[in-house]
Structure formats: structure tokens, C-alpha cells
């Protein structure tokens, strides 16, 4: 069992730059095992894949909208993942949720076994 806890969020101006933080409660050799995710969902719209880091490799995709101006990450040593967010713009305003997966090759499409409960952004125009 892994539970996840999102923090980090809340107003944003325009450029930014809030930083996303997922706590995981579970035992760091344990966690490095997950490739670790973040969602959004905004008003009126179905959650979204924002970006992925997957176990093993570290490698990671992101969403075309937020490429070049977020990055995801993690440290296993304390289990924690992160959402680096810069450059924001009023369009990235939602609820943004930490997510975790077993699978290597996991990517927007895949099963995440985990959620945490969601932090909001709000970026002002």
C-alpha cells in the first residue's frame, strides 16, 4: 500500500515558478519500485496526464503542453517526487494529483495504483 500526499499547491502568477511536492509513505526501496505521475484536472474537464518519471531509468514524458516549461522528478532516498512548474499560464490552473504505477514503461495511457487526494493551482491572468 502506498499513500500519496500532494503539496504545493496554490496561487500562481503568470512566469510562476511553484514547485509541486508528492510525499509517499512507504519505504524508500520500496518507493524507487513506482514509476511516479502527475494529473491535472480542471474545471469542467476530464483529468489529464501532465508528466511521468518512470522507475529504473528515471527517463520521462510530458504532456505536449507542458513541455519546456515543466519538469517532473524524484528522490528516492527521501519519497518524494516532483513537479518543477515554470513559465505558467492561466490554462494550468486545476487540481493537480501525484500518481504512482509498478510498470517500467508506464506513460499517460497506463494504470497508476495510487492517487493522492489532489492539490490546486490557480494561475491569475
Known amino acids: 500500500q502506498v499513500q500519496l500526499v500532494e503539496s504545493g499547491g496554490g496561487l500562481g502568477q503568470p512566469g510562476g515558478p511553484p514547485r509541486l511536492s508528492c510525499a509517499a509513505s512507504t519505504p524508500g526501496r520500496i518507493f524507487r519500485t513506482y514509476s511516479m505521475a502527475w494529473f491535472r484536472q480542471a474545471p469542467g474537464k476530464e483529468r489529464a496526464f501532465v508528466a511521468v518519471?518512470?522507475?529504473?531509468?528515471?527517463?520521462?514524458s510530458l504532456a505536449d503542453s507542458v513541455k519546456g516549461r515543466f519538469t517532473i522528478s524524484r528522490d528516492n532516498a527521501n519519497n518524494m517526487a516532483y513537479l518543477q512548474m515554470n513559465n505558467l499560464k492561466p490554462e494550468d490552473t486545476a487540481v493537480y494529483y501525484c500518481?504512482?504505477?509498478?510498470?517500467?514503461?508506464?506513460?499517460?495511457?497506463?494504470?497508476?495504483?495510487?492517487w493522492g487526494q489532489g492539490t490546486q493551482v490557480t494561475v491569475s491572468s
Open positions: 518519471i518512470r522507475r529504473g531509468d528515471d527517463s520521462t
Open positions: 500518481a504512482a504505477s509498478p510498470r517500467l514503461d508506464a506513460d499517460r495511457g497506463s494504470t497508476y495504483d495510487y
